[in-house]
């Protein structure tokens, strides 16, 4: 057997079949559809020399033994998003076990080599995105995460528990991390540059740093029909003056910004706004510019709110540094994708993933391929056959490079 990107594509449309359907699919981490997912995962592995096992934060492992007990681990994530798409995760995972597919046919590796399927890389349930990879570098705070809840009121730590993850002993998975010497995942890169350049692949320079926050806008409930326009205290419109400035904010320094989500009360149509809570989102993949659109922001909204007679309070919910990629790395997988379709172009990604973890602590890199009108997080989410086989290819020749690297004693 040897690497087969049409056999990652066709693993990818069987995932497909048995954990989706016509919403999209269905891999809501800590489900039984999720758990249907990785059966599959384990089933892959029969009659090979590979041990598959589950870590103390619920990541699901198969490991190939090498000469060597220097390791290079692969993967990505099955988990998905409520009517999510086929690929985001999937094709990492389903890439990876190609890969140990192919190496465990033609004998002892030099060194080992591992595909891991992290646990609930979404956060899509209680809102705690890479947390598996997290557990793993030693960067969950647990005790936050001990106090999520789903919108059904369940809790994170008792629905974790009942997938045997104790969050007590969760970051014991960090000796999995022992022998670790380099990281290599593929992705689609759920956005619209590469299809709008015509190509398939390229070399991902490093993730995006994210600041990530809740600001509550308090100012005076009152009767919109009798309270006057100049004496009102509205947070609603203080909101909507902060929406305005983040946007800038992100143009203004190249990066993005975003309000996402904004709920005010009372929330009926005869009343004046007299709380509203809006999140903020904003992503840089420079760390000093990071910081000063972060400045920036809160500059805003204390202007904004003072313009409506209202106070801001500010509550942060997630935030990661720029993770850039590892040099030798980088080398490895711009060869590789110069291999396969013959240029040189790299992007940083805007999204997380499970690398953005892992380069905290291990060198690291990705590839991308394109993703059709750059949609993700979305049934319509797809990617030319093509491009997955080139991506699949791309992520191929790049691991035997971080063997050779690992193996040589140069990571």
């Known amino acids: 057997m040897t690497f087969d990107p049409a056999r990652v594509v066709a693993d990818l449309r069987a995932l ?25 995962f384990r089933a ?12 103390e934060a619920g990541n699901l492992w198969a490991v190939l033994r090498g000469q060597s007990p220097a390791m290079l681990v692969v993967g990505s994530h099955l988990d998905s998003v409520p009517k999510g798409g ?14 140990v597919r192919a190496l465990g046919a033609e004998g002892t590796p030099p060194i080992t080599v591992a ?9 899509a349930r209680f ?29 994170l730590d008792q629905t974790v528990a ?7 002993t969760i970051l014991a998975a960090k000796s999995r991390l022992a022998n670790v010497k380099a990281y290599v995942e593929v992705h689609i890169e759920q956005g619209p540059i590469l299809e709008s350049k015509g190509l398939g692949i390229c070399t991902v320079t490093g993730t995006k740093g994210i600041e990530r926050e809740r600001l509550v806008f308090r100012g005076q409930a009152a009767h919109s029909g009798t309270m006057p326009m100049e004496m009102r205290r509205d947070s609603l419109l203080a909101a909507a003056r902060f929406a305005l400035a983040l946007a800038e904010i992100g143009r203004r320094h190249q990066g993005v910004a975003t309000a996402g989500h ?22 840089h993949i420079d760390a000093g510019s990071l910081a000063a659109m972060h400045r920036e922001m809160r500059q805003a909204a204390e202007e ?3 313009a409506e007679g209202c106070t801001v309070s500010f509550e942060p919910i997630f935030r990661i540094p720029p993770m850039p990629f590892h040099p030798k790395l980088l080398d490895a997988a711009r060869a590789s994708v110069k291999e396969v379709e013959g240029h040189d172009v790299e992007l940083p990604s805007g999204a997380l993933h499970d690398a953005s973890e892992m380069a905290r602590e291990v060198p690291t890199v990705m590839i991308f391929s394109s993703s059709i009108a750059g949609l993700s997080h979305t049934k319509e989410e797809d990617t030319p056959e093509d491009h997955l086989r080139m991506a699949a290819e791309a992520f191929h020749r790049t691991c035997r490079r971080a063997i050779e690297l690992v193996a040589a004693g140069e990571l």
């Open 162 to 168: 009942a997938h045997g993850v104790d969050l007590a």
């Open 127 to 155: 809102g705690r995105s890479l947390f598996g990879s997290a557990a793993v570098v030693g960067s969950l705070d647990v005790e936050a995460a001990r106090g999520l809840v789903d919108k059904e009121g369940q809790r």
């Open 304 to 306: 904004s709110a003072k």
């Open 44 to 55: 892959a592995f029969a009659g090979l020399p590979v041990d598959v096992s589950t870590d």
């Open 16 to 40: 497909a079949q048995h954990t989706g359907g016509p919403e999209g699919s269905r891999r809501l981490a800590w489900t039984a559809d999720w758990v249907k997912a990785r059966d599959r």
């Open 262 to 283: 904004v709920q005010c009360w009372p929330g009926v149509v005869t009343a004046v706004p007299g709380e509203t809570r809006i999140t903020m989102d904003m992503r």
């Open 86 to 99: 086929w690929l985001d995760g999937a094709l990492g995972v389903m890439a990876g076990v190609e890969l």
């Open 115 to 123: 595909v891991v399927d992290w646990a609930d890389e979404e956060g």
